[in-house]
T-cell receptor
Framework: NAGVTQTPKFRVLKTGQSMTLLCAQD?????MYWYRQDPGMGLRLIHY???????AKGEVPDGYNVSRLKKQNFLLGLESAAPSQTSVYFC??????????????FGSGTRLTVV | AQKITQTQPGMFVQEKEAVTLDCTYD???????LFWYKQPSSGEMIFLIY??????QNATEGRYSLNFQKARKSANLVISASQLGDSAMYFC?????????????FGQGTRLTINP
């Protein structure tokens, strides 16, 4: 019953460094999403994917890249981290069809600090 | 334009009282879904309740109910008999379909504090 797993859970980066956040789901979900959460802002969509090999921009995509080479994995990359990218990052997935309101499953989050 | 508006940044309620958290939404779609999530201090997102736009009855899940007023575009969360463990951030979210894909759009959240 793993659901959605995010790694790492915490990370501190220096300005200009790069890193990749991994999201893995074992529910065979088609849709996957990356959100960021900042104080007082709720969750904002960074990028999303509607299936293996597809990606699209969300509300706040600048400074991030994503890839979905395998259906179960959705990677979020920061090529050159900036302090403005200090945030908590959540991954989510959904089957997209059936069930109660196409339920969404969230990972436990990654807390990223850029100094 | 804000698609999901939660006008209460913070609320303080006495234990065992009922509490209503407000949520209004903006959409021109006929088919949409409304969700409420709870985020305790530990940070995880916990699904509470869902209401589909075509559902005629208000959704209920234990102590949680969703007061859905479609004409007013509101989807308020009602928690009956509040408990100390209900202290958390609460987010209203709407599932919308745009650019051929469904997405979940969140409000800013309401921080609920239950006082003993």
């Amino acid at each position: 019953n793993a659901g959605v797993t995010q790694t790492p859970k915490f990370r501190v980066l220096k300005t200009g460094q790069s890193m990749t956040l991994l999201c893995a789901q074992d529910m065979n979900h088609e849709y996957m999403y990356w959100y960021r959460q900042d104080p007082g802002m709720g969750l904002r969509l960074i990028h999303y994917s509607v299936g293996e090999g597809t990606t699209a921009k969300g509300e706040v995509p600048d400074g991030y890249n994503v890839s979905r080479l395998k259906k179960q994995n959705f990677l979020l990359g920061l090529e050159s981290a900036a302090p403005s990218q200090t945030s908590v990052y959540f991954c989510a997935s959904t089957a997209g069809t059936g069930g109660y309101g196409y339920g969404y499953t969230f990972g436990s989050g990654t807390r990223l600090t850029v100094v | 334009a804000q698609k999901i508006t939660q006008t209460q940044p913070g609320m303080f309620v006495q234990e065992k009282e009922a509490v209503t958290l407000d949520c209004t939404y903006d959409t021109s779609d006929q088919s949409y879904g409304l969700f409420w999530y709870k985020q305790p201090s530990s940070g995880e997102m916990i699904f509470l309740i869902y209401q589909g736009s075509y559902d005629e009855q208000n959704a209920t899940e234990g102590r949680y109910s969703l007061n859905f007023q479609k004409a007013r575009k509101s989807a308020n969360l009602v928690i009956s008999a509040s408990q100390l463990g209900d202290s958390a951030m609460y987010f209203c979210a709407m599932r919308e379909v745009s650019e051929g894909a469904q997405k979940l759009v969140f409000g800013q959240g309401t921080r609920l504090t239950i006082n003993p």
